[in-house]
């Protein structure tokens, strides 16, 4: 039987296409209110008067919070790498309690209302004064302030081998380039929503997250209340892409106004809120210096980045993380640095590090192979490593020769004239550019039950959340095969802090990670099947089940019990060392992409693309190519359009809409061929390697470098706008 | 507050509702059709997209009031072969955006059907050309997919068109 890998239709796609799926905001409780958010709009400073005289008279209005009358919130517990789920607050402040103000947008007053409506009149109608105190907000301005990032345990912020600066200055052909990016936002369509109710010491959220379990810790500890007090439930959620995966503002300051007001609060972010409350993809500076002989041979390779984060969070980008295992260069130094700003913290976006990484160095290779007059596959391939070249590991699969000469040949890569402006369509320059794609892989603990019943049919529980990756259909692939049933025999349920915990979805470790469990649980099910069918007989489940007598046979993986979940992280981190120590574990790829420049506007248009990626086992054809497709179609933002414009004087967004940020439309999407090379890695659950990030890696170096062909200009700086190429 | 009356799905639906309340709020909180998407409240987005007497309208834009004797449609009313189409050709992932995308390409296959050009179409003068799948990427231009779903979405117009 072979379900995993067919290219099944998604089983919730009849829920989403007729409006019945639920998303956070979408439950009707009875007695529910309606909340709002109003922001500071200084960096930094103290509240000195705050007027909530009209707000508190507009009719219908039953609470304005603020620090002057809110009930008690906890801080944020401290990062412990012994309880991950200290990693899920946003920001340290603890809102509401205080009278600083740490960054603009940072909520300092929260009005709950009979309706939407009135909750956002009032909150207009909040008057703030401020001491203002003296901040440091401009990016580019405390660049070279940077410190190189303390090493955690997932990556040291500094790495080398041999002398790469030495090697540098020796080489025969070198390139030494500067490369910036701007600030991201993931701009889910689904604005953050909360829905909160007490129960006395009993809270319900229904939250847009992806990380049910840690919100659930998390806002036991806020509001000193036991875990198990704490219910969250996120079913459907309306995209993510990183920005749902911390504990915001909005979630925490939606159940305080439950709390406060003893009705069920709904607050759903304005899209404005969103961008004042939630942290997007940090700024960039990096440069890139490649040193290699006459024949391509690659001798130094430098990547050193500047990133920032928040005085009261923010996590630090693995800017370099690939440049540690793409290229067999003899001398290599990585270093990330950061600088600290009255801003609000960062967090991760789609490929934190990869994506904007591996614009650097991609684009930097091909310039490159423009100085050594190779062509850049010819250079990639003459450099591809037999192991990890910063340490000498095992790569677990490393498939990228295959991948390129397999998209070399769909995308006729052999028809690109090498000199820049050489290729033209009528008042088009036509340009071919190519770039690698590449995410580590890893694995998390989850919990799963999985029962078979006498009836034949399979449920399978686990508390993630649907965000659009497809987890219920792509698990209930991997248990119909697993047990040997039909795909139409598996239930999945999810979406509920009261099933066996899921870990988050992040790092695209989450299908992975449950199917590792789930494989387990599975094998459980058969060995008790089996035991049973050598007491009483029969032949196939129910047949075996019906003799025995049995209702159903259940098997766990995992504990939901405080000592369970202690120690299955710590198996968990062991295990995750260990596998460090031995292998290099990462899906890759390759993006092909056409550009057209329009020769007197330079309007740029992506004309094709090609994408082929090993992702190990690919478990559902239809909506893995759907996943990577979401990946290049955001690298298309951020290569063409997506910037955050933050006014360096004052720390203040200043295009916080979907009308001023402007992420692709229809209109800039051609069709997208994505290929896989679908080809097991032997160190991960059925083989598969995860698929949510990889897709987004690599597209914005791919159109640099067919922009660069296309007109012979090369741009450095995202986003490549057209007054760029003129 | 007021009390109005607008005709939704078929049904007639009287609510009472303040002044300010757009089409959107008063479908998704006093109507309780959650089916039809907030994503921005300012006419960037699409997802708030239902159909008045068969035109595609941005529901965040319409003042409720405003409404009352027009046949609003939402997704919960269409029974569209779109539906299934766009669940075959994985026009979605987080499902945030389909309702809007769906409502829209009802609205913009009407369009075309009477022979409304958009900014893609090459002769004005030509009537009922084939949409063309850059003709479906223009007139769609108004509804976001963040997932990046766009080439489904496409394809599924397509089938159906």
Redesign the interface.
């Known amino acids: 039987m072979t379900v995993v890998g067919a290219p099944i239709?998604?089983v919730?796609?009849?829920?989403?296409?007729?409006?019945?799926?639920?998303?956070a905001?979408?439950y009707?409780l009875p007695g529910l209110a309606?909340a709002a958010l109003v922001y500071a709009n200084i960096a930094r400073g103290r509240i000195t008067a705050l007027d909530t005289t009209a707000a508190r008279a507009v009719p219908g209005v039953l609470a304005v919070l603020t620090h002057q009358n809110s009930p008690t919130v906890k801080p944020a517990p401290k990062v412990s790498m012994l309880n991950l789920s200290t990693l899920v607050s946003g920001t340290q402040v603890n809102y509401l309690q205080t009278d600083e103000v740490h960054f603009d947008g940072q909520p300092i007053a929260v009005v709950v209302a009979e309706?939407?409506?009135?909750a956002k009149?009032a909150a207009s109608l909040i008057r703030t004064e401020y001491a203002a105190m003296e901040s440091t907000v401009d990016f580019a301005a405390a660049e070279p302030d940077a410190k190189v990032q303390p090493n955690n345990p997932l990556m040291r912020g500094e790495e080398k081998k041999g002398d790469a600066e030495k090697a540098l200055s020796e080489a025969d052909v070198t390139v030494d380039l500067r490369f910036t990016t701007p600030p991201h936002a993931?701009?889910?369509?689904?604005?953050h929503s909360t829905t909160a109710v007490w129960e006395g010491d009993h809270l319900t959220v229904y939250d847009a997250t992806q990380s049910i379990d840690w919100v659930r810790s998390h806002l036991a500890v806020r509001f000193a209340v036991p875990t198990g007090n704490v219910r969250v439930l996120a079913p459907?959620?309306?995209?993510?892409?990183g920005g749902k995966g911390s504990v915001w503002a909005g979630t925490l300051l939606a159940a305080l106004a439950a709390r406060a007001t003893g009705r069920p609060v709904r607050l759903?972010l304005?899209?404005e809120g969103v961008y004042r409350t939630v942290g997007g993809r940090t700024a960039s500076t990096q440069r890139v210096a490649l040193g290699a002989d006459r024949d391509g041979k690659l001798r130094a390779l430098i990547h050193a980045s500047v990133a920032r984060t928040g005085r009261v969070g923010g996590m630090p980008e693995q800017i370099t993380s690939q440049s540690r295992h793409l290229y067999d260069a003899e001398h290599i130094l990585v270093r990330q640095s950061l600088v600290e700003l009255d801003l609000l913290p960062n967090t991760f976006m789609r490929a934190p590090g990869e994506s904007i990484g591996t614009f650097a160095v991609e684009a930097a290779i091909d310039e490159l192979a423009a100085e050594l007059g190779m062509d850049p596959i010819a250079l990639r391939m003459r450099n591809e490593p037999a192991v990890n070249p910063m340490d000498g590991k095992k790569f677990a699969h490393r498939m990228l020769r295959e991948a390129y000469t397999l998209g070399a040949e769909k995308f006729g890569w052999h028809e690109r004239t090498p000199e820049p402006g050489s290729m033209r369509d009528g008042r088009w320059l036509v340009g071919m550019g190519v770039a690698s794609a590449y995410h580590p892989a890893n694995r998390f603990a989850a919990n799963v039950t999985v029962r078979l019943s006498a009836d034949g049919t399979v449920l399978v529980r686990c508390g993630f959340q649907?965000?659009?990756?497809?987890g219920a259909t792509a698990q209930a692939q991997i248990a119909a095969d697993a047990l040997g049933v039909p795909f139409e025999a598996v239930r999945v349920e999810y979406g509920d802090s009261e099933l066996p915990m899921s870990p988050g979805a992040g790092g695209s470790m989450q299908t992975a990670s449950i199917a590792n469990s789930l494989l387990e649980a599975c094998e459980k099910v058969k060995h008790s099947v089996q035991a049973l069918a050598k007491r009483t007989g029969g032949e196939g489940y129910e047949d075996i089940l019906r003799r025995a007598n049995v209702p159903h046979i259940e098997a766990a993986v995992g504990s939901d019990t405080r000592f369970g979940r202690i120690a299955g992280q710590a198996r968990f981190m062991t295990n995750f060392l260990l596998e460090q120590r031995r292998w290099v574990k990462a899906a890759a790829g390759v993006q092909f992409c056409e550009v057209r420049v329009d020769r007197d506007t330079g309007e740029i248009r992506v004309s094709r693309w090609l994408g082929v990626f090993d992702i190990g086992t690919v478990i559902n054809h239809?909506?893995a190519?759907?996943?990577l497709?979401?990946?290049?179609?955001?690298g298309l933002g951020m290569a063409l359009s997506e910037e955050t414009l933050i006014d360096p004087r004052t720390g203040r967004i200043m295009n916080p809409?979907?009308?001023e940020y402007h992420?692709?439309?229809?209109?800039d999407?051609p069709?997208?061929d994505v290929s896989f090379l679908d080809d097991p890695d032997p160190t991960m659950p059925l083989g598969l390697l995860g698929a949510g990030e990889l897709g987004i890696t690599g597209v914005a170096a791919a159109v640099a470098n067919a922009i660069h062909h296309a007109t012979g200009n090369r741009v450095r700086e995202l986003p490549i706008t057209l007054d760029k190429v003129l | 507050m007021a009390e109005i009356t607008l005709r939704i799905n078929g049904s007639a639906e009287t609510l009472d509702v303040?002044p300010?309340?757009s089409l959107l709020?008063a479908l998704?909180?006093h109507l309780?059709?959650?089916?039809?998407?907030?994503?921005?409240?300012?006419?960037?987005?699409g997802?708030c997209t239902v159909l008045a007497d068969g035109e595609r309208i941005n529901s965040c834009l319409a003042l409720a009031m405003q409404y009352e004797g027009r046949e609003i449609t939402?997704?919960?009313g269409?029974d569209h072969p779109l539906?299934?189409a766009?669940?075959?050709a994985?026009g979605?992932?987080?499902?945030?955006?389909?309702?809007g995308q769906?409502c829209s390409a009802v609205g913009m296959l009407a369009e075309h059907k009477e022979g409304a050009p958009s900014a893609?179409t090459e002769d004005l003068e030509a009537a009922e050309e084939e949409l063309s799948?850059e003709e479906?990427?223009?007139r769609?231009?108004?509804?976001?997919?963040?997932?990046?779903?766009?080439?489904?979405?496409?394809s599924a117009i397509k089938e159906v068109a």
């Open positions: 239709d998604r919730d796609g009849k829920a989403k296409t007729t409006g019945a799926a639920r998303f905001a979408e009707a309606h309706t939407s409506a009135s009149e993931h701009n889910a369509l689904e604005p459907f959620v309306g995209g993510g892409f759903m304005t899209r649907e965000m659009g990756m497809g239809k909506m190519s759907s996943q497709r979401g990946g290049i179609v955001m809409s979907l009308a992420v692709p439309v229809h209109a999407i069709p997208i | 303040q300010q309340v709020d998704r909180e309780g059709l959650t089916g039809t998407k907030k994503g921005c409240d300012q006419g960037a987005c997802a939402t997704i919960e269409l539906q299934e766009f669940v075959r994985d979605l992932q987080c499902g945030y955006c389909t309702s769906i893609a799948d479906i990427r223009e769609m231009s108004g509804n976001l997919c963040r997932c990046g779903a766009y080439n489904g979405i496409v």
